[in-house]
């Protein structure tokens, strides 16, 4: 039976649902059916309105769904959406249904409710529009067909406790999928640079690795991880890191101590790894700890360079790019010509090339730009 308790309980629920969605995504879908069925209805929508016409549709029922081809018809009605014209000049989060919107000589007139809502098999509607970002306007409706008639003031009523608890949900939600994207576009600009990044804590935990340290760590085993934290093979190395990891830690509590340091890491036959360390500040969240952590920076001098780059920056041939990536490693022309089985004349002729086309007139002059020419990008 239908209480006040019972739809009080009701709201409820649907209120906690719309935070739990703000705050994971994978629970949005289903929202709009939720929403209609609180409010005793057989659609929901909820869309934002743009500049220009555009029309975001953030989740309908599935009875709003249109086939593939009357997508560009359903297009067009949304961006000409007579209830959402009629919801701007009537004010923003004012909760109005259509009679407060529509006559109903203009209802037999009108194609909108001649031609587009008796295909989706609506008619009543319950609703408002809502300012959301700078230009853009969010739209709420809850509808039903004909015959289920008229929206009342207890309805109104109930869709006025749900609308600003669905603003602040959508802009929470706009705001952590906002902060989601800048941390998946800086992790993916880690992976793409040719030197390896690692967050450790306080201990040397590993927290975050980053491509390019997930592939030195597996292939350098100098650099051995116990237990999940960084730990040196050399116990003087070992305790020289836990050092300047405190150290860095240090500066990222604001405490007064060294911006950064570094360590060389030896390598038996192979030129040495270069590590360094630095504060990472935390930021101040208003719930949890503040985490302060500490950066590594790892590189390898012999890693191979992005020789298809080095082909696209300065339009080398394959040969000559493959000269030019041993040239920025410190091979000498001798190493270069017997590793590649060709004679040392044909390497300076590559040699001449090169300059050429890089606009440089010394090999140094040229190694030193092909170096750090693709000094950030990882080999592909």
Not at 120 to 130: E, R
Request: aromatic share 4%.
């Amino acid at each position: 039976m239908d209480t006040p308790l019972f739809h009080e309980a009701r709201l409820s629920k649907l209120v906690a649902h719309l935070y739990d969605a703000a705050m994971d995504a994978t629970l949005w879908p289903g929202t709009a059916s939720r929403i209609a069925q609180a409010l005793g209805s057989t659609s929901t929508v909820v869309k934002l309105h743009g500049e220009q016409g555009h029309v975001n549709l953030l989740e309908c029922t599935s009875n709003l769904v249109v086939s593939p081809r009357d997508q560009a018809w359903a297009d067009d009605w949304h961006r000409r959406d007579l209830w959402v014209e009629r919801s701007l000049a009537y004010g923003m989060s004012r909760v109005i249904t259509d009679e407060d919107l529509v006559t109903r000589d203009e209802q037999a007139r009108s194609g909108f409710y001649q031609e587009w809502l008796p295909h989706l098999g609506i008619h009543h509607m319950l609703g408002a529009v809502f300012p959301t970002s700078p230009g853009v306007v969010g739209v709420l409706g809850i509808h039903r067909p004909r015959e289920a008639g008229a929206y009342a003031d207890p309805e109104r009523r109930q869709a006025a406790l749900v609308l600003p608890h669905l603003q602040r949900a959508l802009r929470l939600g706009q705001r952590l999928a906002a902060v989601t994207h800048q941390h998946a576009v800086a992790l993916q600009a880690l992976d793409r640079i040719d030197t390896g990044v690692l967050v450790v804590d306080g201990t040397c935990r590993i927290l975050h690795a980053s491509a390019m340290a997930d592939t030195l760590l597996i292939g350098n085993p100098e650099l051995a991880v116990v237990g999940g934290r960084l730990s040196p093979r050399q116990p003087t190395l070992r305790d020289r890191l836990s050092a300047q990891v405190h150290a860095a830690l240090e500066t990222a509590h604001g405490r007064a101590g060294p911006p950064a340091s570094a360590l060389l890491i030896p390598r038996r036959g192979r030129t040495p790894l270069t590590l360094e360390v630095a504060p990472l500040r935390p930021g101040s969240p208003a719930f949890g700890e503040d985490r302060p952590a500490v950066l590594l920076f790892i590189r390898d001098p012999e890693a191979p360079l992005a020789v298809a780059r080095l082909r696209e920056l300065f339009g080398l041939t394959r040969t000559e790019a493959a000269v030019a990536a041993a040239l920025a490693r410190g091979q000498s022309l001798e190493d270069i010509a017997a590793q590649r089985g060709i004679g040392l004349g044909t390497v300076r002729t590559h040699l001449k090339r090169i300059l050429a086309k890089t606009g440089t007139h010394r090999q140094a002059q040229a190694v030193a730009l092909l170096a750090r020419s693709t000094a950030t990008a990882a080999p592909r």
